[in-house]
T-cell receptor, first 118, second 110 residues
Framework: DTGVSQNPRHKITKRGQNVTFRCDPISEHNRLYWYRQTLGQGPEFLTY????????KSRLLSDRFSAERPKGSFSTLEIQRTEQGDSAMYLC????????????????FGAGSRLTVL | QQQVKQSPQSLIVQKGGISIINCAYENTAFDYFPWYQQFPGKGPALLIA?????SEKKEGRFTISFNKSAKQFSLHIMDSQPGDSATYFCAAPNDYKLSFGAGTTVTVRA
């Protein structure tokens, strides 16, 4: 399967603990996104990488959140000192885009990592 | 920022009927406007997308209608099937990312 892979699929943690999610994008994709989705809502943008550079961070991404994409391949999203409000599905997506004239910026999503903070 | 308003929140349709979901966006954009389909426990999957210089796009039983002047676009699901029961999200381009609507849960009754 050459889709977007996310691990772990489910994580249950106690408030105050740190958690890390990993995303392996489609190998030739240069763009990688993290979104958060809560029950009954659409995905909310968190951050975006082009290759290894983190180009945009949402104000939803507090100081407790950090994302990396070393060498422009896989990415990790770490949440420090988790709070109950962090409980959500964390979605990773990737795309290949070489300019607006080259076609749609089609985001391919992974299955998500569901976080439950007790 | 690009705000996207989607309606209705949910709808129930009989098998063979037509489902219509509407979306409105704020800022003019020159990229594609996609619709995603999501099943429980899965990530959103691209269903169909339309360029803003096209008024309609059809793929099988799914049609997007786009009204650029009104900044609105809609998804029509023709001959709805039980397998179409899912949550549908519209999205609008927002710089290098997508802004999503809140979703519409479609239930198709046999």
């Amino acid at each position: 399967d050459t889709g977007v892979s996310q691990n772990p699929r489910h994580k249950i943690t106690k408030r105050g603990q740190n958690v890390t999610f990993r995303c392996d994008p489609i190998s030739e994709h240069n763009r990688l996104y993290w979104y958060r989705q809560t029950l009954g809502q659409g995905p909310e943008f968190l951050t975006y990488f082009q290759n290894e550079a983190q180009l945009e961070k949402s104000r939803l991404l507090s100081d407790r959140f950090s994302a990396e994409r070393p060498k422009g391949s896989f990415s990790t999203l770490e949440i420090q000192r988790t709070e109950q409000g962090d409980s959500a599905m964390y979605l990773c997506a990737s795309s290949l885009r070489q300019g607006f004239s080259s076609g749609a910026n089609v985001l391919t999503f992974g299955a998500g990592s569901r976080l439950t903070v007790l | 920022q690009q705000q996207v308003k989607q309606s209705p929140q949910s709808l129930i349709v009989q098998k063979g009927g037509i489902s219509i979901i509407n979306c409105a966006y704020e800022n003019t954009a020159f990229d594609y406007f996609p619709w995603y389909q999501q099943f429980p426990g899965k990530g959103p999957a691209l269903l169909i997308a339309i360029r803003p210089d096209v008024s309609e796009k059809k793929e099988g039983r799914f049609t997007i209608s786009f009204n650029k002047s009104a900044k609105q676009f809609s998804l029509h699901i023709m001959d709805s099937q039980p397998g179409d029961s899912a949550t549908y999200f519209c999205a609008a381009p927002n710089d290098y990312k997508l802004s999503f609507g809140a979703g519409t849960t479609v239930t198709v009754r046999a």
